[in-house]
């Protein structure tokens, strides 16, 4: 019987004075590299099978002479190695600080792209690589270039073996912008190449303000971010919570109606920066209105500086309302804020039974689509207005809404109604499984999370 095959490490170590054979091609380290790592351990690298060999190190592709010799190697019992397992160990055992002077003072691209490419690098060695390469901004498409991204993305992003094609996808640079949780990471992401992606709405954001927007940037990040001066960039910066006060004041300052609106959805700027952007641009009040947390103090100051009804209603809408708040606007006679705060799902049930006993007609269709809204009130309303199309239909969304009302909309027959019922979870499954023969409900159906679940489940996923 054949003796067990050495781990490497021990033939490594256990080899000195002998000699490594190895076959195919160079893989992410060159010949003279690798030499340097076994000259540590007293072993010569050769290429060919000769007196003294006690190891074979292999490509995973080799030519049929290469085989020949492979086959000969084991012949003589001479353990055979993969070269990913041996670039693997020599990966672990390099010394960083070493390594990257070494590469600075060369200023040795090539070696860098070689390295970059290396998985087995750690990602803390791998974040300084990238810092250090030097992108062809003036070339449209580098091969180079186009390695050192797609080696970032295989590192970052779980790509499966059907899903290559992802990596071509600028998108997929986008998701590891916006995923990422290293500032260093980030860092090195700025000096990639400043691409534009579309987003829903039709709008573009670019590789850069897509890197401010990001929650995980630090103070060096972001003085990065700064010296590009751009526009775009530090609108993203002036909306992102993680950017200190000092700096929000200073954009504050610079009078940007574009830089102002971002700073009216950033929900850590402090009451001072709050007040003061009340008045400005309406459409800036109104992204405040929109976004910010809004105390009774705030409230207050938004009486006292807001006499248009129409921008004071937004605040109906507003998902960070302090509980005192709320109860002030349900009070309030202004029409559309009622309507508003009736759709608001942060409102408790108490609140909304509070607004459905001043009988305002008009609220009813928020008050029927809003599952905050208690049972009762729900079942009242499709009682006396179910006969209402803007009634049944809102019925028909809510997930609140009681299973019998459900039952008898679905016996209605009506396409508006039944496209709300394809999307509530709350709809009975036979009654969602009817709807599968409706092509026209099909994307109502892919929002269904209760009828998703369920597809996924018996297709044993």
């Known amino acids: 019987m054949a003796n067990a095959k050495p781990a490497l490490d021990a033939l490594l170590r ?70 990913g397992e041996f670039e693997q160990r020599l990966s672990g055992e390099i010394n960083d600080d070493e390594l990257l002077m070494a590469v600075k003072l060369g200023n040795d691209q090539e070696r860098i792209v070689r390295l970059i490419k290396n998985p087995d690098l750690s990602d803390l060695l791998f974040v300084k690589l990238l810092e250090m390469y030097g992108w062809h901004h003036d070339e449209e498409d580098n091969v180079d270039d186009r390695e050192v991204i797609m080696a970032t993305l295989r590192r970052y992003i779980k790509i499966k073996p059907n899903e290559e094609d992802l990596l071509y ?25 400043d691409i534009s992606f579309l987003q829903k709405g039709k709008q573009k954001i670019t590789l850069r303000e897509n890197i401010a927007a990001n929650r995980h940037i630090d103070p060096r990040v972001i003085k990065r971010l700064l010296g590009l001066r751009q526009e775009g960039v530090d609108m993203y910066l002036a909306a992102n919570e993680n950017v200190d006060r000092p700096l929000l004041e200073s954009f504050a ?31 800036t009040v109104a992204v405040l209105l929109w976004y910010q947390p809004i105390s009774l103090q705030r409230y207050e100051w938004i009486k006292e500086e807001i006499s248009d009804w129409q921008l004071f209603a937004i605040l109906g809408e507003n998902s960070r309302l302090d509980q005192e708040v709320i109860v002030a606007l349900a009070k309030e006679d202004n029409l559309a804020l009622l309507v508003r705060l009736c759709k608001n ?105 209760t009828f998703v679940a369920s597809i996924t489940r018996s297709l044993g996923l």
């Open 14 to 83: 256990e080899s000195e004075g002998g000699k490594i054979l190895f076959l195919g091609r160079e893989g992410v380290f060159t010949k003279a590299e690798t030499e340097r790592y076994l000259k540590r351990y007293g072993i010569t690298r050769t290429e060919n099978l000769d007196k003294g060999v006690v190891g074979v190190v292999e490509h995973h592709s080799l030519n049929p002479v290469e085989e020949e010799i492979s086959y000969q190697a084991y012949d003589q019992g001479i353990p055979l190695y993969k070269l």
């Open 169 to 193: 996808s600028p998108l997929t640079l986008k998701r590891l912008s916006t995923e990422a949780t290293d500032p260093g990471l980030l860092y090195a992401l700025i000096g990639f190449p």
């Open 253 to 283: 300052k610079r009078g940007s109606q574009k830089i102002n609106a971002a700073l009216a959805s950033n929900g850590a700027i402090d009451d001072v920066l709050f007040h003061s952007l009340l008045s400005t641009t309406t459409d």
């Open 345 to 449: 799902e942060t409102v408790s049930g108490e609140v909304l039974r509070s607004i459905y006993g001043r009988e305002i007609v008009q609220t009813h269709p928020s008050l029927a689509r809003n599952p905050m809204t208690p049972a009762d009130i729900l079942e009242v309303l499709y009682q006396n207005e179910g006969n209402e199309p803007q009634i049944a239909r809102a019925l028909a969304y809510n997930a609140a809404t009681p299973e019998w009302i459900l039952r008898t909309l679905y016996e209605r027959d009506i396409f508006e109604i039944n496209e709300g019922l394809a999307s509530n979870p709350s709809t009975p499954m036979e009654l969602l499984h009817i709807f599968k023969i409706d092509t026209r409900l099909r994307n109502a159906l892919t929002t269904n999370e």
